[in-house]
């Protein structure tokens, strides 16, 4: 995996699709994007959909902190080892998203949402396998 996607392009690829992420999520907020589109198909009403997208846009933002911390784009000081359990539980996260989005309600959600979460797994699988030794997560950006 490490010859076929470059460290570079896949923080780029993770930052840009977490980003797009969230600017889902605010729309989904916003009552623009439907939402019976996501989490399965399974929210009830105005209240549910409220809570669960909050947690989205939280969670996905904090995915995007990890992924900026590992790209060097925020000036925090993490030990190497623990950008690397980051990484490893967004991938697990994005493996029981994948399953989670198999067996949504919503053929939508299934046919976009199960390949895109796949791919995320794979991204956040590349950098906290391949991670280039003590230099993973540097304390000074660029």
């Known amino acids: ?13 993770l930052l840009l699709i977490l980003a797009l992420l969230v600017v889902m999520h605010l729309l989904i907020l916003a009552g623009i994007i439907p939402f019976a589109l996501v989490w399965g198909g399974r929210l ?12 989205s846009v939280l969670v996905n933002m904090l995915l995007l902190a990890v992924v900026a911390l590992r790209a060097g784009l925020l000036r925090v000081r993490l030990h190497p080892i623990a950008g690397r359990i980051l990484l490893g539980l967004m991938a697990g996260l ?24 796949l791919v995320l797994f794979l991204l956040s699988l590349r950098l906290a396998w391949y991670a280039p030794g003590n230099n993973s997560f540097p304390a000074n950006p660029l």
């Open 44 to 55: 009830q009403n105005q209240a549910q959909m409220l809570r669960f997208e909050t947690v």
């Open 1 to 13: 995996m490490k010859k076929l996607l470059s460290e570079r392009a896949a923080t780029f690829c």
């Open 94 to 117: 994005f493996l029981l998203n994948t399953v989670g989005n198999l067996l949504s309600a919503h053929p939508f959600e299934q046919m976009v949402f199960t390949p895109l979460t």
